[in-house]
């Protein structure tokens, strides 16, 4: 997603390996946010596909930065993500001294306030001594400043609205913004329709904005996933990257699954081992119109997870070796009923789902998977069992969103059909003038994946 059909400036040699390329790309961005040219842009951007390292440069631009004498502001969406980039970077910079900007009504999680460089208040005039301060776009907004930053890092950037960017631009003279391009588009409770077409849709996302008024900004990107494996990446990259490719920090073989209890001759152990071996794996229902939290969608999901836990399965990366354990495996969907009738299913299959009380599979919906990674995922896919196919379901992100979490497979439960309903509901939104057309739009995407799929099918039932 670049301005004027251009290339980004930056994109890792094909011909190198993926760490030269990650590292070549990294360097290119630290120097132009770190050390920028007179006459540069005052925002550079930097879009990261799934498990490109997003995290960890912004840590290090966070730590080059007051390295060369400079206080900075970092803005992020939600307080789970300014906690975690707070023990993020007290972790990895513990000379630095941080401030915790948080709202009067809430209170920063244990994880961030366990080291003894963090202070947390709901004043930033406590803070501004600190190296760096954090707060999420919300609460920047209300923020009074005598003297602006001159460096700022806008984290999840494509997450954030436009509109909560104006809020918060007076406050910095440069930035940085990370963000992925392919995630779910920023998150609002009323009507755009209105703004459409507007230069200025408070809607719209941050990015898109700032590209749209700055032409001269040159997007940059991470090259490599290290998150997804060479058997996820290519489709991930080709189905929802089309103009911004990527890569897997590993090859063939690198990561392998494998099994201690042998199969029982059911679909769902043929399910898990058709994706220790590729990587994917889809269990298909019969075709059928069903209620959203589908029964027999719900127990396949929760069957399948029980079994990934009973057959002792052990995940071999670059990493090392490590038995797969309830918190290292996620079931994703796309509402929260479904996502509540998952969570009582595997609590009658005795399969742990509550993180307060230990390791945990998570169960969780699109929005909420986000930046988040494990090490088997299991999806029920948003098309499952629907007499339509709605502008929701066929969102872009939703579903690049729950095809990205994992390290070293992905099991989708669906119905069959769902081919044949997009060829009923084809993409035909109405068009809007001065609204650029998204691509890949999710009609595409969700073809180009259950292409893929169909190579992985294992059908449960008549």
């Given amino acids: 997603m670049f301005p004027q059909g251009g290339t980004p400036p930056f994109a890792g040699p094909a011909d190198l390996p993926p760490g030269a390329a ?23 951007v930097v879009d990261s596909p799934p498990g490109a390292g997003k ?15 400079e206080r900075l502001m970092i803005v992020a969406q939600t307080n789970s993500q300014v906690d975690d980039l707070v023990d993020r970077l007290a972790e990895k910079g513990p000379e630095l001294s941080i401030g915790r900007l948080h709202a009067s009504d809430s209170r920063p999680a244990p994880e961030a306030l366990r080291h003894p460089g963090v202070t947390a208040s709901e004043k930033v005039a406590d803070l501004l001594e600190q190296d760096v301060v954090i707060s999420t776009a919300a609460k920047w907004q209300w923020v009074k400043a005598e ?31 990370v963000g992925d391009p392919g995630q779910l588009d920023p998150f609002t409770v009323v009507g755009t329709e209105q703004w459409a077409g507007l230069s200025y849709d408070p809607s719209g996302s941050a ?48 990561r392998r699954l494998t099994a201690s209890v042998r199969p029982d001759g059911s679909a769902v152990d043929a399910a898990i081992d058709e994706a220790a071996e590729h990587g994917w794996a889809l269990l298909e229902l019969p075709a059928r119109h069903t209620v959203r939290t589908d029964p027999q969608a719900v127990a396949a999901v929760a069957a399948t997870v029980r079994r990934l836990l009973d057959r002792g399965l052990t995940a071999h990366s670059e990493q090392g070796e490590a038995p797969l354990t309830p918190g290292r495996i996620a079931v994703g969907t796309a509402h929260r009923d479904q996502a509540a009738a998952v969570r009582a299913a595997l609590t009658g299959l005795g399969v742990p789902v509550d993180p307060a009380a230990g390791p945990a599979v998570t169960v969780d919906t699109a929005n909420r998977l986000q930046g988040r990674e494990y090490d088997v995922t299991v999806v029920l896919h948003p098309l499952s069992g629907r007499p339509d196919a709605t502008a929701f379901h066929l969102e872009t992100g939703r579903l690049c969103v729950l095809a990205s979490r994992h390290r070293h497979a992905c099991i989708v439960v669906a119905r069959a059909g769902i081919a044949e309903l997009l060829d009923e509901h084809p993409s035909a939104e109405p068009v809007q003038l001065g609204v650029a057309v998204k691509f890949p739009d999710g009609w595409e995407a969700n073809h180009a994946v259950l292409a893929h799929l169909a190579e992985h099918r294992v059908r449960l039932g008549g």
């Fill in 22 to 44: 990650a590292d070549a790309a990294v360097a290119a961005i630290l120097e132009a946010a770190v050390r920028p040219a007179p006459g540069d842009p005052r925002g550079v």
């Fill in 55 to 69: 995290s960890t440069l912004v840590v290090r631009a966070a730590r080059e930065l007051v390295a060369a004498g």
């Fill in 147 to 177: 003297a602006p930053w001159r460096h700022a890092i806008v984290d999840e950037a494509y997450q954030m609205r436009s509109d909560a960017l104006l809020a918060v631009a007076r406050l910095f003279e440069r930035a940085l913004f």
């Fill in 207 to 254: 990015v898109v904005t700032l590209l749209a008024h700055n032409p001269a900004i040159r997007p940059h990107r991470l090259p490599v996933s290290w998150r997804l494996p060479a058997s996820a990446a290519p489709l991930v990259s080709a189905a929802f990257y089309p103009y911004t490719p990527f890569r897997s920090g590993t090859g063939p073989g690198d």
